[in-house]
């Protein structure tokens, strides 16, 4: 018997297709990219020619990869469908995406709630910052992501919103009058960073950003050391070990918006948005904190904690 075609195989080759890239569809699989590579180069192998290559920085289907993308598509349907009229078809899945510091302090509630919210489904949950989860679910790789609001141009419904803070450490010393404000924010981009920065520049200071961070581990953590403020969407009140700064200008509220991958059955995002909706309309309220930042001897830490520093024109 001659070589044959591998289902697995076959499904890696369709997902390059639809997610556009290697490194996509191996995020997608939730696999390596090199186990990817290593499926195309199988599948080379069987049919007996090139199926992908270079333009320049792009990776494109040559002719017979084409042929072979519509061949492929044809008979994992024909697999699913079988599957289906053998009562054998397996569990969908559904990856979710979900902001880790919207949320942080409620996140495992969010998580089983959202669970339970998509019966009869294998859910797989990533957790990421919401430019990146909007970009994957725009691509397809993710079925659906709670997003921020603050992710400019991406659609999706709202879920609910969580007010927006000024965090330091208790013991923080602010700038003296004339200093740079410094600022701790997450890696561009990142529509909360610039709302910060607008915010304090409006008011005339100078922005400094002294910690850049990927992930809300990093936040904290630069917050914790007084290495500066950070503008923070909080749900339940402000994180152990901070403080709000009250004499900063208040920010509102940061919307939290369901956005979906297209194709992605109505009911399910329906069910889903409805689910989260009643979750956050039901997070408590924020708990007991101090306001403004503690007295002390530093003259500076007296004079901003009542506000005469607020503007750099006082």
Not at 98 to 109: F, G, K, T
Not at 119 to 134: K, M, Q, Y
Not at 293 to 303: F, H, I, T, V
């Amino acid at each position: 018997m001659g070589a044959l075609l591998d289902l697995v195989q076959l499904r890696t080759f369709v997902a390059i297709a639809e997610c556009g890239g290697f490194g996509r569809a191996a995020s997608a699989l939730r696999t390596s990219q090199p186990t990817v590579s290593q499926h195309v180069r199988s599948l080379e192998r069987v049919v007996g020619r090139p199926l992908v290559e270079r333009a320049g920085r792009l990776t494109r289907f040559t002719a017979a990869g084409e042929v072979l993308l519509a061949e492929a598509r044809r008979l994992l349907a024909a697999h699913d469908e079988a599957m289906c009229r053998l009562g054998a078809e397996q569990v969908p899945t559904l990856t979710v995406g979900a902001i880790e510091h919207a949320a942080s302090p409620v996140l495992p509630d969010l998580l089983t709630v959202l669970m339970s919210a998509l019966p009869g489904h294998d859910v797989v949950f990533r957790l990421d910052r919401s430019t990146i989860l909007a970009e994957a679910t725009l691509r397809g790789t993710l079925d659906m992501a709670l997003i921020l609001g603050a992710v400019a141009n991406v659609g999706g419904t709202e879920v609910g919103s969580l007010p927006l803070r000024w965090l330091a450490s208790p013991d923080w010393i602010p700038p003296a009058p004339g200093a740079p404000l410094p600022l701790v924010a997450f890696q561009e981009p990142c529509g909360l960073r610039q709302q910060a920065v607008g915010a304090l520049e409006r008011l005339g200071w100078i922005v400094r950003i002294t910690t850049e961070a990927a992930n809300l581990e990093g936040i904290l953590t630069a917050v914790k050391a007084r290495l500066g403020v950070a503008l923070m969407p909080t749900a339940c009140g402000v994180p152990p070990g901070l403080e709000e700064v009250r004499q900063l200008p208040p920010q509102g509220t940061l919307g939290l918006r369901l956005l979906s991958r297209q194709g992605l059955d109505p009911a399910i995002e329906a069910h889903a948005g409805d689910t989260l909706r009643s979750f956050f309309a039901a997070v408590p309220p924020s708990r007991p904190f101090l306001t403004g930042l503690p007295g002390g001897e530093s003259q500076r830490r007296d004079q901003y904690k009542t506000g005469h520093p607020i503007s750099q024109s006082n």
